[in-house]
């Protein structure tokens, strides 16, 4: 019976002999995995052989001529779509010729006048100075209109009252004034004028009226600031038994002298407000019975409520205005 140093012995052979094969064949497979690498790896393509070129046959040398130093040949410009526009006179101020007709004779008033656009506060007119007849001064009479304003309105005047600078009866401060010196006086921001119910109680004259009324612009401005703005007021409708007496005064006649004042506006860089759109009646465009006083001419105090809404809701934006509740026109940063 073997002893246990013989067993001992037995046993750790066999544990050599297994480490030695587990040896074995971990290199086996480590030379397996080399050689797999070497033969799946992508060879490099050689390049071409170049041929000798001492072997060729050289072709005949033809001379080439000596260079000679030129400037580089410019880049092509690229080919324009639109013809070349002459950039140098876009910095001057010199006058240009008109292109087109600024002429405006047949325009309906109803297209052209100021539309909604806000409501500014009453502190608007302060600076405002209404020039024109006895209608207008109703707007400074009564509590309904802006009695903050500046009043150059006269008793039975008409647009050549203010050309010919004639002394007359102011119908607010019951003054006898000279319109003209009046009107510069006040120093306004803006001019409402409404003059021309006097001229066109009689018939005809309505060429002369707007050549009156052409002039009267060019005197204002000769005399005001250059930065006033001037807005023309439509002339109201009268109430329909006033043709009767005062065939003139016809509101289908009234209609197309605010068609004239309206181009004129145009051609004269004035704005046109239609006040009639508040104070006519739609159907027959005559004044609104609400309204009416005992002339059928002037307005009792609701017209004129009526015609000073319309005014606050119908002005050019300016940056200067301020207005009842939120500027529509607020833009965030300016």
Known sequence: MADFYTYRNKVAGRRRKRRLMIVLIVVLALLLAVVGWFSFRPTEKKPALQADPISQAEPTATPTPTPTLTAEPAAAEPRRILPAVDTAVWDT?????????????????????????????????????????????????????YQNAKYATYVSAGVDTFVNNVKVKNAVTKEQETPME??????????????????????????????????????LRENLNPGVIYYIQSIPAVQETVVSSKPGLDNARIATVNDMLANMALRKGCYFVNVGETLNNLADGSQKDEYETADGVHFNPSGYRAWAEYLATHTMWNRRSMYAGQNPYYIYGT
């Open 93 to 145: 101020s010199a006058p240009v010729a008109q292109t087109i007709d600024d002429g405006y004779f047949n325009t309906d008033h109803r297209m052209v006048a100021v539309p909604m656009l806000g409501t500014v506060t009453k502190d608007y007119f302060n600076t405002v100075t209404f020039v024109g007849d006895s209608i207008a001064s109703g707007l400074g009479i009564y509590a309904t209109g």
């Open 182 to 219: 009046a009107i510069v006086a006040t120093q306004p921001d803006y001019v409402y004028l409404l003059v021309g119910t006097n001229n066109l109680v009689r018939q005809g004259g309505e060429e002369n009226f707007i050549a009156y009324y052409e002039r009267l612009i060019d005197i």
